[in-house]
């Protein structure tokens, strides 16, 4: 069974350009989550799809992240515009629906200078 | 406040021995699971295990055990006959059923396996 897929890998962009991150779930799991993490400590859910529905975003910062999930597979996360604090790993997740195990993709690691 | 709580900044461990990895909680809701994670320096999430609050038993997985102590709020991981492989970031996670799937963090442990 294939992962988590998610691309690209790594990324490098100056302050205040924009940058998507896409995610492809494990197939036939209903839930996609979306973590940053910053160097140093633990993941924090950004936003969380029950297929293609939000189910919290209350820690998204909706002034320049936006994520979506459209046919409720994959998922496009954006930041526009940039900023310094915003370099870390983002990592997605999926699991299935009503089962509490999250199986997480190998993270974008985007620095931004 | 729901917080978890990784004391072990680092931790060193020789081939073959075992090593425990701490992990306390603070939750007023009854309804949670735990987790660890393995984070090598790929920087993928593996999941390892899980134990729910409700579970009597401690939760094993081939060479990982739970050792969840509800009254004391911990879960810390065993991991027994440690491998060099098994130098990594493990990070303590939970879940609260009635809010949703999302997972809080703990700040992690770095584990260095010595040959």
């Known amino acids: 069974e294939a992962g988590v897929a998610q691309s690209p890998r790594y990324k490098i962009i100056e302050k205040r350009q924009s940058v998507a991150f896409w995610c492809n779930p494990i197939?036939?799991?209903?839930?996609l989550y979306w973590y940053q993490q910053i160097l140093g400590q633990g993941p924090k859910l950004l936003i969380q799809f029950q297929n293609n529905g939000v189910v919290d975003d209350s820690q998204l910062p909706k002034d320049r992240f936006s994520a979506e999930r459209l046919k409720g597979v994959d998922s496009t996360l954006k930041i526009q515009p940039a900023k310094l604090e915003d370099s870390a790993v983002y990592l997605c997740a999926s699991s299935l629906w009503g089962q509490e195990t999250q199986y997480f993709g190998p993270g974008t690691r985007l620095l931004v200078l | 406040a729901q917080k978890i709580t990784q004391t072990q900044p680092g931790m060193f461990v020789q081939e073959k021995e075992a090593v425990t990895l701490d992990c306390t909680y603070d939750t007023s809701d009854p309804s949670y699971g735990l987790f660890w994670y393995k984070q090598p320096s790929s920087g993928e999430m593996i999941f390892l295990i899980y134990q729910g609050s409700y579970d009597q038993q401690n939760a094993t997985e081939g060479r990982y055990s739970l050792n969840f102590q509800k009254a004391r709020k911990s879960a810390n991981l065993v991991i027994s006959a440690s491998q060099l492989g098994d130098s990594a970031m493990y990070f303590c996670?939970?879940?609260?059923?009635?809010?949703?799937?999302?997972?809080?963090f703990g700040q992690g442990t770095e584990l260095s396996v010595k040959p």
């Open positions: 197939s036939g799991h209903a839930t």
């Open positions: 996670a939970m879940i609260h059923y009635n809010q949703g799937g999302k997972l809080i």
